[in-house]
């Protein structure tokens, strides 16, 4: 059944294709974070699985709810690998060494990508598409990025 909730049908289809790019971002940098976690190596091992795990459970969530909003707009999350893949902005990692700095940096990159996107996003969200309330949650996730990414900056002064 389709949703009735005051937002033309083109508009609902073009909130639901941004928040699918979205959900492909998310998807990609949570899969880097669990590597980051799973990979980890050095003499802060410890501190940085913890700190990688924690991150990563907070996009966990965050994909959880992302999904949901799709459905809530009446179309279908995307869910697949192939994909992602294919609406990411994101790249796959490419790296030699399993240090923390160089994990902290491409994640930092990643969600300062993320950032960028969900900005430029918010104010079309809610003015071209009439979707004040997919404006509002892409607004919670720039903040949840923003303090994300703040705390990967925080280990590398």
């Known amino acids: 059944m389709e949703p009735h909730i005051g937002i033309h ?3 609902l289809a073009a909130s639901a294709q941004i928040l699918s790019k ?14 980051a976690h799973w990979n980890i190596e050095g003499a802060d091992f ?7 795990e924690a991150q990563y459970n907070e ?3 965050l994909i959880d709810s992302l999904a949901e909003r ?29 240090e923390s700095a160089g994990y902290i940096k491409e994640l930092l990159v990643d969600h300062e ?11 079309h ?12 949650y892409v607004t919670g996730l720039l903040e949840t ?3 994300m990414a703040w705390m990967l900056r925080a280990h590398l002064k």
């Open 70 to 98: 799709i459905r809530s707009l009446g179309h279908y999350a995307v869910a697949s690998l192939k994909q992602f893949l294919a609406l990411t902005q994101l790249t796959e990692e490419n790296r030699s060494s399993n």
């Open 59 to 61: 996009l966990d969530e």
């Open 22 to 35: 979205l959900l492909a971002d998310e998807y990609v940098l949570y899969t880097k974070t669990r590597n």
């Open 145 to 147: 990025h923003e303090k």
């Open 113 to 123: 990508s993320i950032i960028i996107s969900l900005r430029e996003n918010i104010d």
């Open 9 to 11: 049908e083109n508009h």
């Open 125 to 136: 969200l809610a003015t071209d598409l009439k979707d004040a309330g997919t404006s509002d």
């Open 46 to 52: 410890y501190n940085k699985h913890l700190f990688f």
